[in-house]
């Protein structure tokens, strides 16, 4: 059984609650990512904050991303994740589960990487890999 653990980008970029809103935009663009995980100083999920997040509640609304905090656009909110442990079909399952395109990893409560679509779709035989796609696509 092919685990997240093994199909996970390792290293994940993170961001903190206390971070400007324009680090964690020059972070995602230096990383060409759409999304990071908002952790604590432990490194304990607190939420998401995705390039539209910024934005639509921070551009959109006229706020000034350097002095916009993380956590002031991102509230707390149940973030769904996958265990290191599982495996890819419950990644698969999870992500069609909840129209989402990537799971935060984790490891007892700590983020240790991030799975994406894509990730999911080189470890899985083709026709599971449509489904999870149309899934995605058709989400509210």
């Known amino acids: 059984m092919t685990t997240a653990r093994e199909i996970m980008n390792s290293g994940v970029e993170v961001v903190g609650p206390e971070d400007s809103v324009q680090d964690a935009a020059r972070r995602l663009a230096e990383h060409d990512i759409g999304a990071m995980p908002v952790c ?52 698969l399952r999870t992500m069609k589960e909840h129209a989402v395109r990537r799971l ?12 994406t679509q894509a990730d999911v779709a080189m470890n899985l035989p083709e026709g599971k ?12």
């Not at 490194?43 to 916009?68: C, N, Y």
């Open 40 to 91: 604590n100083t432990e490194r304990r999920l607190e939420g998401m904050i995705t390039d539209r997040d910024i934005a639509v509640k921070v551009v959109a609304a006229g706020l000034d991303p350097r002095s916009t905090k993380v956590g002031e656009v991102v509230r707390p909110t149940e973030v769904v994740t996958i265990g290191a442990d599982d495996s890819v079909e419950e990644a």
């Open 129 to 140: 890999v449509g489904d999870l796609v149309e899934a995605i696509s058709a989400a509210p």
């Open 104 to 115: 935060p990893v984790i490891d007892g409560r700590e983020v240790i990487g991030m799975v």
